[in-house]
């Protein structure tokens, strides 16, 4: 994700018809801080200019949440299905990754990658528990864009989950439909 200029937050925040002052207090930091990023001076850490651009699209009525990105409904696999299953869903569904569940919770991730890496004569009839990555993230409906950018820096898929169930699921391809 492209990281705004100290440019970009003046024209967003002077198209907004907000003042310094009132940017400053909807992203809890001080206006002249406000200035002196505005004006060059300051080199911002992170965490203060996620805060401030969270602040601009609040007012433009627009943080992206989870729920705005994901694909639902999600289609699941279990770790004892065959590859050749998976496999067969994801051309069926038109994905190249499943998550992989028990007890309708995600427990892994299996995508069509894992399976070119099988080292078997007949991978086929291998059980997707042998070839699925059981590091996976899952954020609630609730997180915002920036959260799940972060999480899809070190994996390929956010599995969104509520009240223990998997509701919905989003990749690079998701959020790349809802940026441009």
Not at 79 to 84: E, F, G, L
Not at 98 to 112: E, F, N, Q
Not at 124 to 136: F, H, K, Y
């Amino acid at each position: 994700m492209e990281l705004p200029t100290s440019e970009d937050l003046r024209e967003r925040r002077n198209h907004l018809g907000l003042t310094q002052s009132e940017l400053a207090e909807r992203a809890d930091v001080s206006q002249p801080l406000i200035a002196r990023i505005e004006g060059g001076d300051v080199d911002p850490r992170l965490s203060t200019l996620r805060r401030i651009v969270n602040a601009l699209e609040e007012a433009e009525g627009g943080i992206m949440r989870a729920e705005d990105l994901m694909h639902s409904p999600v289609y699941g696999i279990e770790p004892d299905d065959s590859i050749a299953f998976a496999i067969e869903t994801m051309n069926q569904e038109g994905y190249s990754q499943l998550p992989v569940v028990r007890d309708d919770y995600p427990v892994g991730i299996v995508s069509l990658s894992d399976i070119r890496h099988v080292e078997d004569d007949e991978p086929g009839e291998l059980p997707v528990a042998d070839v699925m990555r059981e590091s996976i993230t899952t954020v609630t409906r609730e997180a915002t864009i920036d959260e799940i950018d972060t999480h899809l820096d070190h994996h390929e898929a956010v599995i969104v989950i509520e009240d223990g169930e998997m509701i919905g699921i989003i990749t690079d391809a998701d959020v790349a439909t809802h940026l441009s």
